[in-house]
């Protein structure tokens, strides 16, 4: 009985948690333009969408500032943890709270306060505030993932390679970085992802004339909604849950190297 | 001219000492053991040594030339580690590779090393295993071949025995040693065990609250230790602390703190007043049913049999006293409850100072 609830309960939280989505992914099949049944099998919304240049505009621009914002968050993520563990203790504790704080930090408030720091400054809304945004919001994610990393890493195994003759750099990259680079792929991972679906930042910083995918969907919400949008979705959960894949398939295979 | 010479060498973490003073003088060749308690210094002065901290005072020479300052890449002594630090993502060839690789040696040099290393520490057939797949014993063999393969002009050991199981670190103790006189490198050796010590140094430095108690071969420190915390902290010794209370030629009385007096025999010059430690070494100490010239009275408290030898719990002079006595099979046998007489030759007790406490 204990069993048969427990199951019971498993599914239901499942059903929850996914069927939105299988239903929106569903729907990107669906022949119906108002997402109405029955249920009959097109590929029509995802042809639309190979036409719809402002859509895959969009998505290019989110693909496009996503990977500069993982990319940026990783080299500082990595930078700021390798030299925040030769200080001392309360430089330490004060950076590390300091750099986790843009969490608790609504992003609503973020954005705005970014969007009164260009007015001081006299400037239009530009792609580099947005980016510098992003990453401020992604960092974060990439600094908890990679420095929980470096945390177990011994001490000594740096150490023993600077005493066999080794610089910082040779010991960087012969010794760090293959220890540390399945969490700097999963912190990049991360930060892309943070980024990719930021919707109200962007909302705030982009750009005249430029659009993110989330600022595009949610328009198109407001002017009619096409399920060239659940066909767009589909195709980028399907490529995300790919990657996360890979990532996680390269992490278990490289943690296990890694255990003793 | 000593080959490594410490002179001064102070450090200090947070405006608190650990490392006052120290001074200290290594042959070529030679293996010193620095041994203590935990938090004596001995592993700061280790690191000092490696270069991975810097000291606030004094210097540190090899064959008269300051290397305070030389980084240490270029320092080019070898350490084992007490975790061994093994690179995990590498097989034992890589792991040990890696020094020569740094020193751009050729690649068929190169495997010659290796192989010549891994036979050393008798790990053939190991090429290829990653760390994580071995034991701690073999784990331990790959960091000596490691250490030793770039032929450093130091070997330093950090408690680098003690992650092991008792019998396999004896084993090590006796290989370590053996490789160590056979590759003629002078090695520095940080351990808490006495044991170990004794075993495998020409020299041992005893070190306590980052200070220097004593220095020398185990034998001038298990015989002739300079202070009641080297007896006590090497082996084991019987205490009888007080103050010296009458003299008549080479025969003192000695007042103990609960108005015992004992007297005994001994060629120091020693005055009236003064607080000292008279200390035997259980060993050396006799027992018999008879009473002889200056011997001390005392009562069996308890017997252990530890094979080739019995150790007696003697209460004597209001204080316990350890005997330790071969078993040669025909000597006198004592019980518990009965009455001895404790005696021992004027040349093995030591008169230590003593500071009250």
């Known amino acids: 009985m204990k069993k048969i609830f427990s199951w019971f309960y498993t599914a239901v939280m499942f059903i929850f948690l996914y069927a939105p989505i299988a239903v929106l992914m569903a729907m990107a099949f669906n022949e119906s333009q108002y997402n109405a049944l029955p249920f009959k099998f097109s590929m029509r919304w995802f042809e639309a969408l190979s036409k719809n240049t402002k859509l895959l505009d969009a998505t290019m621009n989110s693909i496009y500032l996503a990977a500069i914002t993982g990319v940026i968050c990783v080299v500082l993520a990595t930078a700021l943890m390798l030299g925040n563990r030769e200080t001392s203790s309360k430089i330490k504790a004060l950076v590390n709270s300091t750099v986790v704080l843009p969490l608790t930090i609504p992003w609503i408030i973020m954005g705005l306060s970014l969007l009164l720091l260009l007015r001081a400054l006299g400037l239009d809304r530009n792609f580099v505030m947005l980016l510098i945004g992003h990453v401020v919001i992604s960092l974060p994610y990439a600094v908890l993932i990679i420095s929980a990393r470096m945390q177990d890493m011994d001490k000594s195994i740096e150490e023993a390679s600077y005493s066999l003759g080794a610089n910082e750099w040779t010991t960087f990259y012969r010794i760090i970085f293959p220890m540390i680079s399945p969490a700097m792929l999963a912190g990049g991972f991360m930060a892309f992802m943070v980024s990719f679906d930021n919707f109200v930042l962007s909302y705030f910083l982009i750009p005249t004339g430029t659009t993110t995918l989330p600022i595009e969907i949610y328009s198109s919400i407001k002017f009619g909604f096409t399920p060239e949008i659940n066909a767009i979705s589909t195709i980028i959960l399907v490529l995300s849950l790919t990657i996360i894949s890979i990532i996680a398939a390269i992490m278990g295979s490289s943690l296990k190297n890694l255990i003793r | ?357």
């Open chain 2, 1 to 357: 001219m000593a080959f490594l010479s410490i002179k001064n060498l102070t450090k200090k973490y947070d405006g608190i000492t650990v490392l006052d003073n120290i001074s200290l003088d290594i042959e070529k060749g030679s293996f010193l053991s620095l041994l203590g308690p935990s938090g004596c210094g001995k592993t700061t002065t280790l690191r000092l040594l490696a270069g991975f901290e810097k000291c606030d005072g004094g210097t540190i020479e090899v064959n008269g030339k300051i290397i305070n300052d030389i980084p240490v890449y270029n320092r080019n002594f070898g350490m084992v580690f007490q975790s061994y630090a093994l690179f995990p993502h590498m097989t034992v060839e890589q792991n040990i590779a890696y020094g020569l690789e740094q020193r751009k040696m050729s690649k068929k040099d190169i495997k010659e090393e290796v192989a010549k290393a891994i036979e050393m520490v008798k790990l053939t057939g190991f090429e290829k295993r990653k760390p994580k797949q071995m034991s701690g014993g073999q784990q331990q063999r790959v960091a000596l071949a490691r250490a030793l393969v770039i032929k450093p002009d130091l070997l330093l050991l950090d408690e680098s025995l003690s992650a092991l199981d008792k019998k396999l670190r004896v084993e090590m103790q006796v290989e370590l040693r053996q490789i160590q006189k056979k590759v003629g490198i002078t090695t520095i050796f940080v351990t808490h065990d006495q044991e170990e010590a004794l075993t495998l140094s020409d020299k041992i430095a005893v070190m306590k609250a980052g200070k220097i108690m004593q220095i020398g071969t185990p034998e001038e420190i298990y015989e002739t230790p300079s202070s009641t915390f080297v007896a006590s902290f090497l082996g084991q010794a019987n205490f009888f602390r007080g103050s010296i209370e009458e003299k008549s030629g080479d025969i003192y009385t000695l007042k103990l703190s609960d108005n015992n007096t004992m007297k005994f025999r001994s060629h120091e010059d020693l005055k009236i007043g003064e607080l000292r430690s008279l200390t035997i070494r259980p060993e050396k100490i006799e027992i018999s049913s008879n009473e002889k010239e200056l011997s001390i009275k005392g009562k069996v408290l308890f017997v252990t049999y530890v094979g080739d030898t019995s150790v007696y719990r003697i209460e004597s002079m209001g204080q316990e006293v350890l005997v330790k006595r071969q078993n040669s099979g025909n000597d006198e046998k004592f019980n518990i409850g009965d009455t001895v007489y404790l005696s021992w030759k004027p040349e093995n007790n030591l008169v230590l100072d003593w500071d009250g406490e």
